[in-house]
C-alpha cells in the first residue's frame, strides 16, 4: 500500500490514543515484547551493544519466562539440548543436558538478574495494539496495564512472544463431547490443584507434550494411555551430555559451554541434512532404536512407524528412554486408532472398542497467532500480514521499524532468536552511525512477481497447516527468504549489508518531508 492510499485513510489527524491513557506518553527507543527466552536474548544484546539508547521489555503475564511459565504440566521439558537452548552468551551450567521447565525459568530469570535488565522488565504490560506513524518516524503502542490502556511511543518495536496464541491450545470438534462424565484438561490450562492418583488417564496425541506427560503422569496414575491418530519418530538419549561436564571439568566455563554448543550444533545439523538425503536409511536406523527398547514382541510398525520421512515434522525426544520404561513396566500404553466420539465413560474408537477413562488430556496441539494477537497498522491503515513478504525471516515487506524473532522449527529456538538479537543491534548502530530514523522493507522492482511460498515449508505438522495463511509468505530468493536454516542465517544476518536495495533506510526529516508531498499530492489530486 503506497503512502497517498494510507494517506487518504488516515486524514490529517494524529495516531489515535486511547481513552483511558496519561497524557504524559513516555518515548524509548526500543520497546521489546515478551519477557521468554527471545525477549531476555533481545534486551541483552541491546544492553550490551547499543549503550545508552533506552528500552522497555514488557512482559503481557505476572511473570517473566515465556514458555517455560505458562506450561506447568507434569514432566514438562525442552527437547532441545540446553547447550542450543541455552543463550549462546550465558552458559548453562546443570549436568542434565535436556532441561526440566523450572530449571529452564530459574536460567531466564537468572539471565536477566546477571544482565542487569530486571529495571527494564515490566510485567502485566500487555501490547494491544501498534501504529506506526511516519511523520514521527515512531510507533504509538498501545498497552494493557492490568486493565488500564496507556500509550508508549518507540523507534523499534521488537516483537518476542513467539508465535502461538496464550489464550489457550487447540482441541479439535469430539462428537459427543458433552456426553463424558470425566474432566477434560488441555495442557496448556493445567490445573494446580489436580489429583491424578489412582485414576486412568487418557493424553489424547503424539507430539512432544504428549511424550513428556505419559511417563511423567506414571508415578501417580493407575494407568495411563497414550491415544494417538497416527505414529510419530521417537528418539531417546541421556539426559546428560558427558563430553560436556567432562570439557567443564577441564576448561574455562565459557570455552568448555563454546565448544559443547559448537559440538551439537553441528551435530544437529548432520542429522538433518542425513533425514533428508538418505531418509530411508534414517528411518530405518530409527525404527530399529526403538526396537532394541521394547522388543521384537512389541508392534513397532503399528505404534512407532510413521507414514512420512524423519524431520518432515520434528523428531520427539525421550530422555533416558522414560517413555519406553513406563511402556514396559505395564503403567503405560499406546494406542493407534482414530477416535469415533466421546461417550459417558471415555473415548469410543472406530473399530467399536471403547477406552475408559478418569481424566481426558487432549495433547492436541497449539492455536497459533501472528504477533502475539495485537492490531498493528501504518498511518492508521490496518496491516494484514499475511499480504506482506517476511525480509530474511525477521521483518515484513512495507512495514517500517518493525523486527520479529521466530526461531527454528528444525533446531533449538534460541540459535535464531540470538542471531535475530545480533541483526537488530547491527541495524541499531547503522541507524545511527547515518543518521537514519526509518527502516523498511520494500520489495525491489526486480522481485515483484516473485513466487510466494508459506512461511514456513516442508513441515506439514498440523498446528502449522492450520494458521500458516495468517503469516507473511516467503519469496523464492534472497532476502525475501525464511530459510531455517542456521548455517545459512548466520552467515546472512551476521555479514550480508545492511543497505541491500531492499531494506530501504530514510531520515526522519525525509521521512516527515516524504509525509507532507505525499499529503500534497493527495491534496492536489482531490482538486
Given at each position: 500500500?503506497g503512502?497517498?492510499?494510507?494517506?487518504?485513510?488516515?486524514?490529517?489527524?494524529?495516531?489515535?490514543?486511547?481513552?483511558?491513557a496519561?497524557?504524559?506518553?513516555?518515548?524509548?527507543?526500543?520497546?521489546?515484547?515478551?519477557a521468554?527466552?527471545?525477549?531476555?536474548?533481545?534486551a541483552?544484546?541491546?544492553?550490551?551493544?547499543?549503550?545508552?539508547?533506552?528500552f522497555?521489555?514488557?512482559?503481557?503475564?505476572?511473570?517473566?519466562?515465556?514458555?517455560?511459565d505458562?506450561?506447568?504440566?507434569?514432566?514438562?521439558?525442552s527437547?532441545?539440548?540446553?547447550?542450543?537452548?541455552?543463550?549462546?552468551?550465558?552458559?548453562?551450567?546443570?549436568?542434565?543436558?535436556?532441561?526440566?521447565?523450572?530449571?529452564?525459568?530459574?536460567?531466564?530469570k537468572a539471565?536477566?538478574?546477571?544482565?542487569g535488565?530486571?529495571?527494564?522488565?515490566?510485567?502485566?504490560?500487555?501490547?494491544?495494539?501498534?501504529?506506526?506513524?511516519?511523520?514521527?518516524?515512531?510507533?504509538?503502542?498501545?498497552?494493557?496495564?492490568?486493565?488500564?490502556?496507556?500509550?508508549?511511543?518507540?523507534?523499534?518495536?521488537?516483537m518476542?512472544?513467539?508465535?502461538?496464541?496464550?489464550?489457550?491450545?487447540?482441541?479439535?470438534?469430539?462428537?459427543?463431547?458433552?456426553?463424558?462424565?470425566?474432566?477434560?484438561?488441555?495442557?496448556?490450562?493445567?490445573?494446580?490443584?489436580l489429583d491424578?492418583?489412582?485414576?486412568?488417564?487418557?493424553?489424547?496425541?503424539?507430539?512432544?507434550?504428549?511424550?513428556?506427560l505419559?511417563?511423567?503422569?506414571?508415578?501417580?496414575?493407575?494407568?495411563?494411555?497414550?491415544l494417538?491418530?497416527?505414529?510419530?519418530?521417537v528418539?531417546?538419549?541421556?539426559?546428560?551430555d558427558?563430553?560436556?561436564?567432562?570439557?567443564?571439568?577441564?576448561?574455562?566455563?565459557?570455552?568448555?559451554?563454546?565448544?559443547?554448543?559448537?559440538?551439537?550444533?553441528?551435530m544437529?545439523?548432520?542429522?538433518?541434512?542425513r533425514?533428508?538425503?538418505?531418509?530411508?536409511?534414517?528411518?530405518?536406523?530409527?525404527?530399529?532404536?526403538?526396537?532394541?527398547?521394547?522388543?521384537?514382541?512389541?508392534?513397532?510398525?503399528?505404534?512407532?512407524?510413521?507414514?512420512?520421512?524423519?524431520?518432515?515434522?520434528?523428531?520427539?525426544?525421550?530422555?533416558?528412554?522414560?517413555?519406553?520404561?513406563?511402556?514396559?513396566?505395564?503403567?503405560?500404553?499406546?494406542?493407534t486408532?482414530?477416535?469415533?466420539?466421546?461417550?459417558?465413560?471415555?473415548?469410543r474408537?472406530?473399530?467399536?472398542?471403547?477406552?475408559?477413562?478418569?481424566?481426558?488430556?487432549?495433547?492436541?496441539?497449539?492455536?497459533?497467532?501472528?504477533?502475539?494477537?495485537?492490531?498493528?497498522?501504518?498511518?492508521?491503515?490496518?496491516?494484514n500480514?499475511?499480504?506482506?513478504?517476511?525480509?530474511k525471516?525477521?521483518?515484513?515487506?512495507?512495514?517500517?521499524?518493525?523486527?520479529?524473532?521466530?526461531?527454528?522449527?528444525?533446531?533449538?529456538?534460541?540459535?535464531?532468536?540470538?542471531?535475530?538479537?545480533?541483526?537488530?543491534?547491527?541495524?541499531?548502530?547503522?541507524?545511527?552511525?547515518h543518521?537514519?530514523?526509518?527502516c523498511?522493507?520494500?520489495v525491489?522492482?526486480?522481485?515483484?512477481?516473485?513466487?510466494?511460498?508459506?512461511?514456513?515449508?516442508?513441515?506439514?505438522?498440523?498446528?502449522m497447516?492450520?494458521?500458516?495463511?495468517?503469516?507473511?509468505?516467503?519469496?523464492?530468493r534472497?532476502?525475501?527468504l525464511?530459510?531455517?536454516?542456521?548455517?545459512?542465517?548466520?552467515?546472512?544476518?551476521?555479514?550480508?549489508p545492511?543497505?541491500?536495495?531492499?531494506?530501504?533506510?530514510?531520515?526522519?526529516?525525509?521521512?516527515?518531508?516524504?509525509?507532507?508531498?505525499?499529503?500534497?499530492?493527495?491534496?492536489?489530486?482531490?482538486?
Amino acid at each position: 500500500m503506497g503512502n497517498d492510499e494510507r494517506l487518504q485513510q488516515q486524514g490529517t489527524e494524529p495516531a489515535q490514543t486511547p481513552a483511558a491513557a496519561s497524557s504524559a506518553i513516555e518515548h524509548l527507543d526500543v520497546i521489546i515484547v515478551g519477557a521468554g527466552i527471545s525477549g531476555v536474548s533481545a534486551a541483552h544484546h541491546i544492553k550490551e551493544g547499543c549503550p545508552g539508547r533506552s528500552f522497555a521489555l514488557l512482559e503481557g503475564r505476572e511473570r517473566m519466562g515465556g514458555t517455560w511459565d505458562l506450561f506447568r504440566y507434569p514432566g514438562i521439558r525442552s527437547d532441545s539440548d540446553m547447550h542450543t537452548l541455552g543463550f549462546q552468551f550465558r552458559p548453562w551450567r546443570d549436568a542434565k543436558a535436556i532441561a526440566d521447565g523450572p530449571s529452564i525459568r530459574k536460567y531466564v530469570k537468572a539471565t536477566a538478574n546477571e544482565s542487569g535488565l530486571t529495571d527494564h522488565l515490566r510485567l502485566n504490560h500487555k501490547v494491544v495494539a501498534a501504529n506506526f506513524d511516519e511523520a514521527s518516524s515512531r510507533w504509538h503502542v498501545t498497552v494493557d496495564n492490568a486493565g488500564t490502556l496507556r500509550e508508549l511511543t518507540c523507534n523499534v518495536l521488537f516483537m518476542c512472544g513467539g508465535y502461538y496464541s496464550y489464550k489457550g491450545g487447540y482441541t479439535p470438534e469430539f462428537k459427543g463431547r458433552d456426553s463424558y462424565t470425566g474432566q477434560v484438561i488441555h495442557p496448556q490450562q493445567w490445573p494446580e490443584d489436580l489429583d491424578y492418583s489412582g485414576k486412568k488417564v487418557l493424553v489424547i496425541g503424539s507430539g512432544a507434550t504428549a511424550m513428556t506427560l505419559v511417563p511423567a503422569m506414571t508415578d501417580k496414575a493407575a494407568k495411563v494411555t497414550m491415544l494417538q491418530r497416527s505414529p510419530t519418530y521417537v528418539v531417546s538419549r541421556s539426559d546428560e551430555d558427558p563430553i560436556a561436564n567432562f570439557l567443564r571439568k577441564i576448561l574455562p566455563e565459557k570455552l568448555a559451554y563454546r565448544l559443547t554448543r559448537w559440538k551439537n550444533i553441528q551435530m544437529q545439523r548432520y542429522i538433518f541434512n542425513r533425514t533428508k538425503t538418505h531418509p530411508a536409511k534414517v528411518k530405518a536406523k530409527l525404527i530399529d532404536l526403538v526396537r532394541e527398547q521394547l522388543g521384537d514382541d512389541y508392534d513397532v510398525e503399528k505404534h512407532f512407524t510413521p507414514s512420512y520421512n524423519p524431520w518432515d515434522q520434528r523428531l520427539c525426544l525421550v530422555p533416558n528412554a522414560d517413555l519406553f520404561t513406563a511402556i514396559k513396566s505395564g503403567k503405560a500404553e499406546v494406542v493407534t486408532e482414530h477416535i469415533e466420539g466421546f461417550v459417558a465413560e471415555g473415548v469410543r474408537l472406530k473399530n467399536g472398542e471403547v477406552l475408559s477413562a478418569d481424566i481426558i488430556v487432549t495433547a492436541t496441539g497449539l492455536n497459533l497467532e501472528v504477533l502475539g494477537g495485537a492490531s498493528f497498522s501504518v498511518n492508521n491503515v490496518p496491516v494484514n500480514f499475511s499480504e506482506t513478504f517476511s525480509y530474511k525471516g525477521m521483518m515484513y515487506s512495507d512495514v517500517p521499524n518493525l523486527v520479529q524473532t521466530f526461531g527454528y522449527i528444525n533446531a533449538s529456538w534460541t540459535l535464531r532468536a540470538d542471531l535475530t538479537s545480533e541483526y537488530v543491534v547491527r541495524l541499531l548502530n547503522h541507524m545511527s552511525e547515518h543518521d537514519k530514523a526509518v527502516c523498511t522493507p520494500v520489495v525491489a522492482a526486480a522481485d515483484v512477481g516473485m513466487s510466494a511460498k508459506p512461511w514456513i515449508t516442508d513441515f506439514p505438522a498440523g498446528y502449522m497447516m492450520r494458521s500458516m495463511h495468517l503469516f507473511p509468505k516467503q519469496g523464492d530468493r534472497q532476502p525475501w527468504l525464511n530459510t531455517q536454516n542456521f548455517a545459512e542465517d548466520r552467515k546472512t544476518i551476521r555479514n550480508s549489508p545492511l543497505e541491500d536495495g531492499s531494506l530501504i533506510f530514510t531520515s526522519a526529516e525525509e521521512a516527515l518531508s516524504n509525509t507532507a508531498a505525499a499529503r500534497a499530492s493527495l491534496h492536489s489530486d482531490a482538486a
